[in-house]
């Protein structure tokens, strides 16, 4: 799943696993977690978060990789989010959700949560902007790539998505 922060892929990426029976995989619960365990790839990615900057690819690949190896099928979000995290990893579909700046910026600032700040969205959507959006030509050019409309009702994204999944079975 590709999506801005805010786009959605959080709640489709769980709707989908859920119906497919296989796991949604967000790799910032993954790196939360590692976190919490107090891993090694954890007390990294804190120093990253204390400092408020996103962990290096080499980190988050680190902590992403081997849950992903133990799987068969999976809903990825959030990850990859850069090219060099894309290098090597092969999807049968990718779906975009693409959603405007302004909803993302309404969506993120209705959440009231403390991180959730308009100058702390906006710099997200500019990280996402630089780091992930080129990803949607990079799958593009693979063939992977499915352009969802993600700024209507979730049931309506869903039936889209689904839909998708059923064209290439």
Do not use: C
Not at 74 to 99: M, N, S
Not at 108 to 135: C, K, M, N, W
Not at 140 to 150: P, T
């Amino acid at each position: 799943m590709l999506a801005p922060p805010g786009g959605g892929k959080g709640t489709q990426g769980v709707r989908i696993a859920d119906e497919l029976g296989i796991e949604h995989i967000s790799s910032g619960e993954l790196l939360r977690a590692a976190v919490a365990a107090d891993t090694p790839v954890g007390r990294q990615v804190a120093e990253y978060m204390a400092a408020g900057r996103l962990a290096p690819d080499a980190v988050v690949t680190a902590a992403v990789t081997p849950v992903l190896e133990a799987l068969d099928g999976y809903v990825l979000d959030g990850y990859p989010r850069t090219r060099v995290q894309a290098e090597g990893l092969e999807f049968d579909v990718v779906f975009y959700l693409d959603v405007p700046d302004a909803v993302i910026t309404e969506r993120l600032l209705a959440r009231g949560r403390a991180d959730d700040a308009e100058d702390v969205i906006l710099e997200r959507i500019r990280q996402y902007e630089s780091d992930t959006a080129p990803l949607v030509a990079y799958y593009e050019d693979l063939g992977v790539l499915v352009r969802i409309d993600g700024d209507r009702p979730m049931d309506a994204v869903t039936a889209e998505l689904f839909e998708n999944l059923a064209i290439r079975d």
